[in-house]
C-alpha cells in the first residue's frame, strides 16, 4: 500500500471515530450533564423533566432534619437567600460534616410532587473547603 | 537546620541551570556530573525536610501547618509530602533524580543528543524549583514556633495514602524524562531505532508507578470515603487517568518506532503529550477550579503559575515538533492490516478516549464561563469513554498477533466465530441465569475475551522461542498486561452490575438483613487512638454458616476537628461485605446508630488486574538476553 492511500485510510478512519466520539459526547453532555438547582433557581425554572439527575445546593434549615423508616432515610429542608425551599430525602448515613445550617449539595432526582430524593450527599470537606457549586451564594448573602 | 535544606535547593537550582546550559551545548560528561551532583544535593533538601517533620520542628512553618506530636511515625513522615509545598519539593526530587539517573545509565552511543537530553532535563528541573523555592516554598521559618502543630489532614493518615503521591509522582514526573528525550531527539532530527529504544524504558519507567499509583488511590477512596465504590469520574482522579491514557498509547507507538522506525512524529509528540497532561493533571488537582472529593491544598494563585508552566513548555516543545516533524523520516513500509495498522488503531482509540475525559473533565468550566453551573458524572463517560476504550478492547486478542508489514489474515474467521460465540453465550446467560443487564454480559465476554487472548497469544508465541521459559521479558509483560486488562474488565463489570447496597438504622441488639447477610449490632464503644478518638461498632454478620465480625469506626481528630469514616470490610473470597458507621439517631426516643452495608462482588479481580498492568510494566523494563538467535523470531513486542 502506498504511503499516501495509507494515510488517506488512516486519516479518514480516525476521523470517521473522532465525529462517532463527538457525537456520541454531545448527546451524553446534553442528556447527563447535571443541572445546578438552588431554591430560587427551582421556584423560577419549575421542575426538571422527570427521572432526570440534577444537583441540588444550598444551607441546611436548622431544625428541619427528620427521620424515616426506622431511622434509614433522612429528610431535611434545603434553604438558600428566596423565600423558596426545597425538601431532600436521603437514603444513608450523613456526610461527615454534615450539620443543620452548614452548606450541602445533593445529586438526585425530584418527585412529580417536588420532593428530592438524593443518591449522593456532599458536605463541606473540612474547615477550608465549600463545594464549589455554594460560592455564588456565599458572595450573594 | 532548614536553613541547610533552604541552601541545598538553592543549591540544587544552581545546579539545574549549569546542567541546562552544559547539556544545551553538548557537553555529555559534564551535563551528567551536575546532574548527578544535582540529585545529591536535592535529596539532602528532601532529607532534611522529612527530618524536621521527624522531630515535629514546629520552627518550621510547613511541619506547623501540617504535622502534630501525637501522629505516628510513618504519618509524620508521610506528611513531608502530604501537603501542597512539600509535595512540590517531592515533585522536584523526583525530577533531578529521573535526571541523574538516566546519566549514570544511558548509552545510546550519541554524546550531543544525551547531553541535550539531560539539558532539557534540567531545564524541566529549573522550572519545578523556581516554581518550588518562589512560589511554594516548604523551608520558611515560623516565628514564634507554637508549642504544637495544626495535625495532617486525617483522611490522609492513611497507610495507602503515604504510598500514593510518591508512586503518583513517579508516574507523572516520569514522564518529564520522556520529554526531555522527545525535545532532543526533535532537536537532532533523529526520531529512530536509538532513539525508541531509549524512550521505550522511560516511559514503561513511568507508565509502571503512575499504574499502581492511581491504583493505590482508588483503593483509598474505596475504603476510606466510605461510599462503597472505586472510581467516581471525580476530576481529580480523570486528572490521573489522562496521563495514564495517552502513557499507554506512547508504549505501544514506541514499539512501532522501535521496531520499523515507523510513527516517528507520532511517538515524539505523544512523549510531549504524556508529559504536558501530567502537568495539567497537577494543575487541575492544584488550582482548585475544579470540584473534587479529592481535593487538598488548593491555591488559585500556584494555579495559574502551573498553567504558565504548561504553556511554556508546550510551546517550546511542540514548536520544536512543528519545525522539525516534516523532516522526520519515514520507517519500513506497512498496510493498515497489519501490526502497524493494529497498534495505530489502538493509539487513535486510546487518544479519542483521553479527549472524551478531557471534555467531561473541563465541561463544567466552559459552561461556567457562559453562567451555567452544571457538572458531569459516571453516566457521561458510561456513554462515551466506556465504548470508545471497548473498541479496542474487542479488536486486542486478534491483531496481537498481526505480524509487521502485512497481517496473515488466514486465522481471521476462526477469531471472529469464536468471539461471536463467546458474546452469544454471555448474552444467554445475562438474559438467563445471571439476569444482569445486555451491556454487563457483553463487558463479562470481553473480560473473559481479553484473559483467553492474552494466553493464547503467550501460547503463540512460546511455540516460536521453543520454551516457554526461553521467551524475552516483554512477552511475558505482555501477557501479564493484557491479562490483567482483562481481569480488570471482568472485576469492574461484576462489580459495577452485582452491587448491592443499602441503609441500616439499628439499636444495640438489633438485626437487619443486607443481600442475604443478617447483621446484628453487638455493641458501639467510645475508643482512643494516638491522635484521635472514636466510635467503633461491633457487629456480627452472618449468612448460611459463614459469620464474620465487623468492626467499623468513626474516628475523631480533635487537632483537624474532623472526622473520617474508617469503614470494615469482611472478604468472602467471592466479594467485599463492607460496612460504614454514620452518626446515631435518635428515632422514637430511641437511639440507633445508622450503617451503610455494601456487597461489592469480584473488588479484588478488579485490583489485581490493575497490579499485574503494572508489573507488567516493570517487567517489560527487563534488557532482552542477547543470546537469543534472531533466527528464533524477533521479540516484536
Same mark, same amino acid.
Given at each position: %500500500? ?71 432515610? %433522612? ?26 445550617? @452548614?452548606?450541602?449539595?445533593? =445529586? ?11 443518591? @449522593? ?21 | ?16 541551570? &549549569?546542567?541546562?546550559?552544559?547539556? *544545551? ?25 522529612? !527530618? ?20 505516628? +511515625? ?31 545509565? +544511558? ?40 508549642? @504544637? ?17 510518591? +508512586? ?103 512523549? /510531549?503529550?504524556?508529559?504536558? !497532561? ?42 520544536? !515538533? ?13 498496510? *493498515? ?52 476504550? &471497548? ?9 496481537? &498477533? ?19 460465540? *463467546? ?39 512460546? %511455540?516460536?522461542?521453543?520454551? /516457554? ?15 490483567? *486488562?482483562?481481569? !480488570?474488565?471482568?472485576? &469492574? ?53 459463614? =459469620? ?90
Amino acid at each position: %500500500m502506498r504511503a499516501r492511500t495509507r494515510r488517506l485510510y488512516t486519516f479518514g478512519i480516525a476521523a470517521a471515530l473522532i465525529l462517532a466520539a463527538a457525537a456520541l459526547a454531545f448527546f451524553a453532555l446534553r442528556e447527563n450533564a447535571n443541572l445546578f438547582y438552588t431554591p430560587e433557581v427551582l421556584a423560577e425554572k419549575g421542575l426538571p423533566p422527570e427521572g432526570r439527575e440534577v444537583k441540588v445546593g444550598g444551607w441546611v434549615e436548622p431544625g428541619s432534619l427528620t427521620y424515616a423508616d426506622g431511622g434509614a432515610t %433522612m429528610r431535611f429542608i434545603v434553604i438558600d437567600n428566596s423565600p423558596s425551599t426545597i425538601t431532600v430525602s436521603f437514603n444513608g448515613v450523613a456526610p461527615d460534616l454534615f450539620r443543620e445550617g @452548614q452548606g450541602v449539595v445533593a =445529586t438526585g432526582t425530584f418527585t412529580p410532587e417536588g420532593e428530592f430524593i438524593a443518591r @449522593q450527599l456532599l458536605a463541606k470537606h473540612d474547615e477550608n473547603y465549600q463545594p464549589r457549586e455554594l460560592k455564588p451564594l456565599e458572595a450573594g448573602g | 537546620m532548614i536553613e541547610l535544606g533552604h541552601f541545598a535547593a538553592f543549591l540544587a537550582l544552581g545546579l539545574a541551570l &549549569a546542567q541546562t546550559v552544559l547539556g *544545551l551545548k553538548g557537553e555529555r560528561r559534564l551535563a551528567g556530573l551536575t546532574a548527578i551532583a544535582g540529585f545529591g544535593v536535592m535529596s539532602l533538601a528532601f532529607l532534611i525536610l522529612v !527530618f524536621a517533620f521527624m522531630r515535629s520542628d514546629f520552627s518550621v512553618a510547613l511541619v506547623a501547618n501540617n504535622s502534630h506530636t501525637l501522629k505516628p +511515625m510513618v504519618y509524620k513522615i508521610a506528611g513531608a509530602w502530604g501537603n501542597h509545598e512539600g509535595s512540590m519539593a517531592l515533585w522536584c526530587l523526583v525530577t533531578i533524580g529521573f535526571g541523574a539517573i538516566a546519566a549514570a545509565t +544511558m548509552r545510546t552511543g550519541r554524546e550531543t543528543f544525551e547531553a541535550r537530553a539531560l539539558g532539557v532535563q534540567g531545564m524541566l528541573a529549573v522550572g519545578s524549583l523556581a516554581y518550588l523555592l518562589f512560589a511554594s516554598s516548604p523551608f520558611l521559618r515560623l516565628d514564634p514556633a507554637p508549642f @504544637q502543630g495544626a495535625g495532617l489532614n486525617p483522611l490522609l493518615q492513611d497507610p495507602a495514602l503515604a504510598l500514593h503521591p510518591p +508512586m503518583l509522582y513517579l508516574g507523572y514526573v516520569g514522564y518529564s524524562f520522556v520529554f526531555a528525550l522527545a525535545a532532543a531527539g526533535l532537536m537532532e532530527g533523529r526520531i529512530d531505532r536509538v532513539w525508541a529504544k531509549e524512550a521505550r524504558i522511560w516511559s514503561l519507567a513511568a507508565f509502571a508507578p503512575l499504574t499502581l499509583g492511581i491504583a493505590l488511590g482508588s483503593y483509598w477512596a474505596y475504603y476510606e470515603l466510605g461510599w462503597g465504590g472505586w472510581w467516581f469520574w471525580d476530576p481529580v482522579e480523570n486528572a490521573s487517568l489522562m496521563p495514564w491514557l495517552i502513557g499507554a498509547a506512547l508504549l505501544h507507538s514506541v514499539i512501532v518506532t522501535e521496531k520499523r522506525e515507523s510513527f516517528a512524529a507520532w511517538t515524539a509528540l505523544l512523549a /510531549v503529550l504524556s508529559f504536558l !497532561f501530567s502537568i495539567l493533571g497537577a494543575f487541575l488537582v492544584r488550582s482548585g477550579v475544579l470540584t473534587s472529593v479529592h481535593a487538598f491544598a488548593v491555591d488559585p494563585e500556584r494555579g495559574t503559575l502551573l498553567l504558565l508552566g504548561l504553556l511554556g513548555y508546550g510551546g517550546f516543545a511542540l514548536g520544536l !515538533f512543528a519545525l522539525r516533524a516534516p523532516s522526520l523520516l519515514g520507517g519500513k513500509p506497512w498496510t *493498515l492490516l497489519s501490526r502497524e495498522g493494529a497498534l495505530m488503531a489502538n493509539n487513535v482509540v486510546l487518544i479519542v478516549a483521553t479527549l472524551t475525559v478531557l471534555l467531561g473533565t473541563l465541561f463544567p468550566l466552559i459552561a461556567e464561563a457562559f453562567g451555567r453551573t452544571i457538572s458531569v458524572g459516571e453516566p457521561y463517560f458510561n456513554l462515551t469513554f466506556v465504548p470508545i476504550l &471497548a473498541l479496542a478492547l474487542i479488536i486486542l486478542p486478534v491483531v496481537q &498477533a498481526w505480524a509487521w508489514g502485512k497481517a496473515d489474515l488466514k486465522a481471521w474467521t476462526r477469531w471472529a466465530i469464536g468471539g461471536a460465540a *463467546l458474546t452469544a453465550v454471555f448474552m444467554l446467560l445475562g438474559v438467563g441465569p445471571l439476569n444482569i443487564p445486555l451491556g454487563a454480559a457483553f463487558g463479562l465476554a470481553l473480560g473473559f475475551w481479553l484473559v483467553f487472548g492474552a494466553v493464547w497469544e503467550m501460547k503463540r508465541r512460546a %511455540m516460536n522461542f521453543g520454551r /516457554v521459559f526461553k521467551m524475552p521479558a516483554r512477552v511475558w509483560a505482555m501477557t501479564l498486561a493484557h491479562a490483567g *486488562l482483562g481481569l !480488570f474488565v471482568l472485576g &469492574a463489570v461484576l462489580e459495577t452490575s452485582g452491587r448491592y447496597e443499602a441503609t441500616l438504622a439499628l439499636p444495640v441488639g438489633g438485626t437487619g438483613t443486607v443481600a442475604g447477610w443478617e447483621i446484628t449490632l453487638n455493641d458501639v464503644r467510645a475508643i482512643e487512638g494516638p491522635n484521635w478518638y472514636a466510635d467503633k461498632a461491633e457487629l456480627t454478620a452472618r449468612k448460611g454458616g459463614t =459469620t464474620a465480625q465487623l468492626l467499623p469506626m468513626k474516628r475523631f481528630y480533635p487537632a483537624a476537628a474532623m472526622p473520617t469514616t474508617e469503614t470494615a470490610i469482611h472478604k468472602t473470597g467471592a466479594g467485599d461485605l463492607y460496612v460504614a458507621l454514620g452518626e446515631q439517631r435518635e428515632i422514637d426516643g430511641e437511639a440507633r446508630w445508622v450503617f451503610r452495608v455494601y456487597y461489592n462482588p469480584m473488588v479484588d479481580v478488579l485490583y489485581l488486574g490493575v497490579v499485574l498492568i503494572g508489573l507488567g510494566g516493570f517487567l517489560a523494563m527487563w534488557p532482552a538476553r542477547r543470546s537469543l538467535k534472531p533466527a528464533a523470531g524477533e521479540a516484536s513486542l
